[in-house]
């Protein structure tokens, strides 16, 4: 079971992408992702980390968090999945959480093509990170 | 009026001359060592996956020295074994989470790289 800090810190970045209602989120309010869901939207994987860095240097404890969202930005048409994209950056980037703020750790990709669903859809990936101490 | 003389100035020229002759080769074993960090974190954390067995192997680390900067690069390589698979296990899919091995590596070697390179340009110019 994840820490509740930690699950604060995924949900904290959820809830910034569900405040765009024009924006569907998966995983949904209750944690659930339908099998085949309908674009446009964006599936999210969130992890938490604590990577010694320099927030851990004075006393030696892991203090410093390293929250990360992987964004999967879905459409049925390139410019759907990066018109998702903007949505996500507008949303995730530079946002305050816990006293730091979410950046663009990797950049929108190329959108790819993606038929593992059965029906082909784009996807266009970016990852956000905040480092919370 | 004020006037300002410097002295000495000759002997700074030389020894940032000197330092400049000898950066890039010690930049170069730096950035050697710290790509080999990196190479072996993500190696480790792509290891012992059922479903891409070879990929790990497939995680390489290159360095070019080119005038006036040294890059390295490190990662999958698409023309080995399953390395073609490698940006699907970095970032996942929209049905598969994604199992990062190239970020963590390099976010943990980020600090260690810094300090190497600080106390080589110190020790560069300090003479």
């Known amino acids: 079971m994840a820490d509740l800090i930690d699950r604060q810190l995924l949900d904290a970045g959820l809830t910034l992408l569900r405040a765009d209602p024009a924006l569907v989120v998966y995983p949904d309010v209750e944690g659930q992702v339908p099998a085949t869901p309908e674009p446009p939207y964006v599936r999210v994987y969130g992890a938490v980390g604590r990577p010694p860095g320099p927030g851990n240097a004075l006393d030696g404890l892991s203090r410093q968090l390293t929250a990360r969202w992987w964004c999967h930005c879905v459409g049925t048409t390139e410019p759907a999945a990066l018109a998702v994209a903007m949505r996500v950056r507008v949303a995730l980037l530079d946002a305050r959480i816990n006293g730091g703020m979410v950046r663009q750790e990797v950049g929108d990709q190329p959108p790819v093509r993606d038929e593992t669903t059965g029906v082909p859809v784009y996807d266009v990936v970016a990852v956000y990170r905040l480092i919370s101490y | ?127």
Do not use: C
Request: charged share 20%; hydrophobic share 40%.
């Open chain 2, 1 to 127: 009026m004020i006037e300002i003389r410097v002295t000495g100035d000759a002997e700074l020229i030389a020894q940032l001359d000197s330092a400049l002759s000898r950066a890039v080769p010690e930049v170069t074993a730096v950035v050697e060592q710290g790509a080999t960090n990196v190479k072996t974190d993500w190696v480790r954390a792509w290891s012992g996956f059922r479903h891409a067995p070879k990929l790990a192997a497939a995680v390489t680390s290159d360095v070019y020295a080119l005038p006036g900067s040294v890059r390295a690069e490190i990662g999958p390589d698409k023309g080995k074994r399953q390395g073609a698979l490698g940006n699907l296990v970095e970032f996942g899919s929209i049905n598969n989470p994604p199992h990062p091995g190239g970020l963590p590596a390099l976010q943990a070697e980020e600090p260690r790289l810094e300090t190497a390179l600080s106390e080589l340009a110190e020790r560069l110019i300090g003479g």
